[in-house]
Every structure is written in C-alpha cells, then in structure tokens.
C-alpha cells in the first residue's frame, strides 16, 4: 500500500497454527523497509491454521485509517455467522474486512465482505468519491470468473452493495469447472479505459491469462450512489 503520506506498507504472516503477523513500511520506495512491528488481529478464529495478510489487498480511507480485505476460511476453519462452508478446499474461501488506526499494530473486525467462493479483491478510485470492486468467484456460485462492482468512499471507510448489480468481466470458464482461474486488478488509464488482468480454466482444462479493456456501462449507477 502507498500511502498518504508516501511511505510504502506491506503485511507479511506465516501460514501456520497461530501465525506470526508483522507489518513492514518503507520510505525509499522500497528499497529497504526500516519499520517492522507486530500486527494483532482481533476475533480469529481459535487455532485458526492459515495465513492472514497472505493475499490482503490494503486500502487507506481519507481519514488515515487503513482497511484490509483478507481472503480466509478454507473447510469451515472461518465460516460465516449461522452458516457451514460448503465447500472442501480452498476454492470456496472467502473476505472478511479488518481496519486499523495505528499504522497495521492492532486491528479489529469490521464486517464480512461478500459470501463463499469469493476472493482477489481489489479496490480502484475512480474520482469524485467512487469506487470500483474486483475479485473472483472461484467456485460455489456461478457463472465462475471476475466481477466488479460499483461504491462510494467516504472520509473514515467504503462501501459496496454487492449483493446487487455484479459486472461481469470474465465468464469464460464452462459451467461445472472446478476453479475458475483468479485475480482481475483493475488499472484506470489517462483516457479513462479501464484494464483487468485475469486467469481463466478454459473448456480445454488448461490454464489461460489474458487482459480485457473496458469501460463502464452508460447506464451504470455510479452517479446515483448514495
């Protein structure tokens, strides 16, 4: 994560029982990383065996507080509230939101993001206050591939209705596939073209990767977001 103030900050755990968690920060644009302390998460699951900042996309709010959207679960090692994972390995994991106030030290839960089979997040700034959501649907829910959606930023957090009004950007891999691949950052470019890097399982079984150009729906929603 670049952050407000120019310094790079990045999370490093273990994947282990009880992982270690420390955040690192640069101010050389990462030619060395001179701060490194602990992170404590609150509410994990007891004995929880994964890594947490493993693949964590970081977000800085206006205000200086910086999100993380984790990726965990993985067979019901952390379901979501009143339900079992459905799934029987790592394709229907899932994205819980975490925020911190001290640089990445200590950081509480803010809500679940999302439902099972859902993971890569990534969060651009569009201007004027929007946002856009990327991530996978890996498996449990089809059509299997990338999808984006429509937010709003405000000075202390985001928010999503995710629930509602998914763009699909990749649907390429066939109905009944185990994985559908993965990723799908998103990059805005000077003339406002939209780019998404993305993998895909092909009819063929094989792995694929491949780049798409894009543009927002006229008749999108952004501009009536609350």
């Not at 693949?55 to 959207?69: C, P, V």
């Amino acid at each position: 994560l670049e952050m407000a103030d120019g310094s790079l900050l990045i999370g490093i755990s273990e994947h282990t029982v009880n992982s270690k968690t420390f955040m690192w920060r640069s101010f050389d644009n990462g030619q060395t990383w001179s701060e490194k302390y602990p992170a404590h998460f609150e509410d994990v699951p007891k004995n929880y065996p994964y890594t947490l900042l493993g693949e964590a996309h970081l977000w800085q709010a206006r205000s200086g507080k910086i999100y993380a959207i984790l990726r965990v679960g993985s067979n019901n090692s952390w379901p979501l509230p009143g339900t079992t994972d459905p799934g029987v390995d790592d394709n229907s994991e899932r994205m819980v939101v975490y925020a911190s106030t001290d640089r990445g030290r200590n950081w509480r839960k803010v809500r679940d993001l999302g439902d099972y089979g859902q993971m890569y997040p990534s969060i651009l700034r569009l201007g004027g206050g929007r946002l856009l959501l990327t991530f996978t649907q890996r498996a449990i829910s089809p059509s299997l591939g990338v999808r984006a959606f429509l937010g709003r930023e405000t000075e202390d957090s985001f928010t999503f209705d995710i629930q509602n009004d998914h763009i699909m950007l990749d649907t390429k891999s066939p109905l009944g596939t185990k994985s559908g691949g993965g990723f799908g950052p998103t990059v805005k470019l000077d003339d406002g073209t939209l780019v998404t890097s993305y993998s895909y399982r092909g009819a063929d079984g094989e792995k694929h990767v491949e780049v798409v150009r894009w543009q927002l729906p006229e008749a999108s929603p952004v501009g009536q977001l609350p």
